[in-house]
Structure formats: C-alpha cells, structure tokens
C-alpha cells in the first residue's frame, strides 16, 4: 500500500517511520539476570546445563577440540571455501586501510602532547546459531579483531547436534586466527565472556548479534563494576531503498526482500518519487516473495513494509535522514548529488548493482550496523572499535615554567589548590636550581 507522504499530517508521518516495537519485557530482564548470577556462582557447570537444556546438546566441556575441528573442517566444499577466501581478503584488505595513525605535536615550547592507539587485549566475539550458520559475521568481527592486533579473539556460539559448529564457522575462525572457541549460545554465553568460568577467562569488550536474550544479556554486563564493553545499542535489522522513476522494480523488490528474510521484525521501505515505480515494486516483491524458501518469514516481514511516495528525490532524502536506517541503497540517477545531502545511515549502497548482499558478505565494508535509529550517534563497526586510545604529555622545564601560570591560574580558578600546588612547588624549586630538568 502507497503512503502519499504529503498528505500526511506531522504525527503521521513519525507513525510511517516507526519501527517494530521493541519489546520492553520485565520478566526477560529477570530471566537473565538470574541466569548472570548462576553463571557467576556455577562457571562451567552453569554453562553445561544451560546448553542440554536450551540447545539439546549435552557436552562434557565448553572447549571446541581439536580434533571436532579437523573433523568439520574436512566436511567444508571448495567453492563455498573459496567464497569466504574472497570475502575474507577484501574485509582484511579495507579494515588494514582503517588503521589510525598516532598523532605527536608541541602544542607550544616545551609541551609535548601524543595521541597513542593501541589494541584491546581481550575481546569476545559472539555468533547466533540458528537455521543457518554465519560465517560472515565471524570474518567480520575476526577479521576486524586480528587486523587491530587484539592478543584474545574468544568466540562463542551454540553448538549442533554434532557437539560442534558448521565447517563454514569453523574455517572462517581458522582464517581470523581465532584459537579459542566455546560451545556455548545465549545470555550464558555472554555472561561467560564478561564474568569468565574455569574454562573461559573474561574479556575486555564483547561484540555480536543475538536475539532478545542476548541484547538484554550483554546490556547488563556492560553496567557491571568492571565488566566490559560491548560493541553497540541493538535492534531489528532494516533496509531504507531511495529510488527515483528510473530505477528497476526488481532490484529494488529484491533489495527489500533480501533485508526481510532476516526476520519477522526486520523493516524494509521504499522511498521514492514515483508512483509507477512504487506500484512496479509491490508487484515485484510479491512475484519474488512466491519463490523464497525462507517465504513465511519475509512475508511475515512485508506485511509491515512501507512504500512511501514523495514530490520529488529532495523530499526523499529528507525523509530517509528522518529515518536514519541501518542499510540505505541508493538507486537514483544523480548518485552525487544525493550522496551530498543524505546525513544519516550505517551503510550506503549506491547504484542499481550494490545489493546489500555485497556488503552483508563480501564487498569488504563491515556489516555490523547500528539499527533502530541509532545511525544518527553510532558509526559501522570499524576497526577503531577493537581498539582504544590514550594521550601522553611530557614537559620540559622550560614548558613547564612557560605554562605553569596559566595552570595555577585556572587551577585557583576552580578552587583547587592541591593541583595550583602541583605545579607552584615544582616551578619554586626550578627557581631555585634545587632540581635538574
């Protein structure tokens, strides 16, 4: 159904942009508390009895053997090894691109200031299970991780009926140089990474998609004292497709199918000047959505879709930055123009021949996105966010007793005379020969 976005009053037009609600549950809060604290007091033994329970397989350790590896490894085929050969090569290639230079400046005489960038140590990467393995979520977060230099690269992940993960999983890891992988899924794996268990020692920050468990899960580890970091605010996957009449009905229809098979609560929209071209497309998703294998879910997804019809290109741009999505593909003539005014987007695919795909697997860009808005405040995953910085200053004496005046200044200002004394003892004792610089 087309949305005349003129015709809609204010409050309306926030309705057509809404997203699925978010469910604000207190009794999954509660859940996963508990399951923190059992995690907390029972380590490896919690961990054990949470995955016979949620996923049906009873292990003896957390730990992916060696010799579970060889075995799946053995079972991957050649072309999909290739395949995530390619993939891995471009996402390596990009992030090394990505790496931040060190900054050193004498801000005056004498006060010499740095900025220094350095890699997390530790960092927890989790991987759904589900349906379908996801090899591509473990090179985009591997990848990223080996290219900072982070010493610790855990992943987690449910295991099979087999006590062991998909060859893709498996040779993917191999790839990012991951050697520490646990058999483990949900809040409890994310409560392993952030309080550790015998088996698994904590880490530094955590990173990952995951169902609602485990949203809630890395939310509350990250207000524990001392617990860790996780990546970024989380929601259902979404796709924002501008295109203006010249576009094609059928890669646009695919664009927005391709986002609504993730799930039930993913959100696809259109957004364009044309009326022709909306019609073309409803006519076109429901032509493709007949042939899908995963055709409930997206359905279920499209009943939810928007087709949102402007006056022109300039207004859709506007109402794609009011959006702000997690995906935008631009399939509009005049790429630079609209590339020069759209604001607000974790990813921009431009052009008829960018499907989301390309960045989803293989393109080299990260696909590990900020949704729900969040595009506004919040960049793609990237390497900086395996790392973290910290500044340096060194002054020499004459820096000091040039700067020190305004220090003492402010200082006194501020009513703190412990730091205004920090400085005068050191310039009267420079004053006085009493100390070498």
């Not at 032509?287 to 359905?299: C, G, H, N, V």
């Not at 920090?422 to 020969?433: F, H, P, Q, S």
Request: aromatic share 6%.
């Amino acid at each position: 159904m087309q949305i005349q976005w003129n015709e809609l009053t204010e409050a309306q037009q926030a309705a057509a942009l809404a997203r699925p609600a978010q469910s604000n549950n207190p009794q999954l809060s509660e859940q996963v508390s508990d399951i923190i604290d059992r995690i907390r007091t029972n380590g490896d033994a919690a961990l054990l009895d949470y995955t016979a329970r949620f996923d049906g397989v009873n292990l003896a350790t957390v730990k992916l053997s060696t010799e579970a590896k060889a075995t799946a490894l053995a079972q991957l085929g050649t072309d999909v090894k290739a395949a995530i050969d390619i993939a891995y090569r471009n996402i390596k290639a990009f992030h090394t691109a990505q790496m931040p230079k060190d900054v050193t400046l004498e801000t005056q005489p004498g006060v010499l200031c740095e900025l220094k960038h350095v890699a997390l140590d530790a960092v927890g990467l989790y991987i759904p299970g589900g349906s379908a393995p996801l090899p591509s979520t473990v090179l985009m977060l591997g990848t990223t991780a080996q290219v900072a230099g982070c010493l610790r690269k855990v992943l987690v992940s449910p295991p099979n009926a087999q006590q062991s993960l998909a060859p893709e999983i498996i040779y993917a890891a191999t790839l990012c140089g991951i050697d520490e992988i646990y058999l483990c899924g949900g809040a409890q794996a994310i409560a392993a990474l952030a309080l550790g268990t015998e088996s698994i020692a904590k880490v530094d920050k955590i990173f990952g998609p995951g169902n609602s468990y485990v949203t809630e899960a890395k939310q509350q580890v990250a207000l524990l004292a001392g617990g860790p970091a996780i990546d970024m605010p989380a929601g259902p996957s979404e796709v924002l497709v501008l295109a203006d009449k010249d576009a094609d009905a059928d890669f646009v229809a695919s664009d927005l199918l391709s986002q609504a098979e993730h799930g039930k609560d993913s959100q696809a929209i259109l957004v364009t000047e044309s009326q022709a071209l909306a019609a073309a497309v409803e006519l076109a998703v429901a032509d493709q959505l007949a042939r899908l294998s995963r055709q409930e879910i997206a359905a279920h997804a499209m009943q939810y879709a928007r087709y949102i019809v402007c006056d022109d290109i300039t207004q859709a741009i506007q109402v794609s930055n009011l959006y702000a999505p997690e995906h935008l593909i631009v399939q509009v003539t005049d790429t630079d123009t609209a590339l020069a005014q759209l604001k607000y987007a974790g990813s921009i695919f431009v052009g008829p021949y960018s499907p989301e795909s390309a960045g989803d697997y293989a393109s080299g860009t990260n696909h590990v996105l900020p949704t729900y808005g969040y595009s506004r405040n919040y960049s793609s995953l990237g390497l900086l966010d395996f790392m973290r910085r910290f500044t340096v200053q060194t002054l020499s004496k004459a820096g000091l007793q040039d700067l020190g005046p305004a220090i003492m200044h402010l200082a006194e200002a501020e009513g703190l005379d412990a730091h205004k004394n920090a400085v005068a003892i050191r310039l009267a004792k420079l004053n006085a020969g009493t100390r070498d610089a």
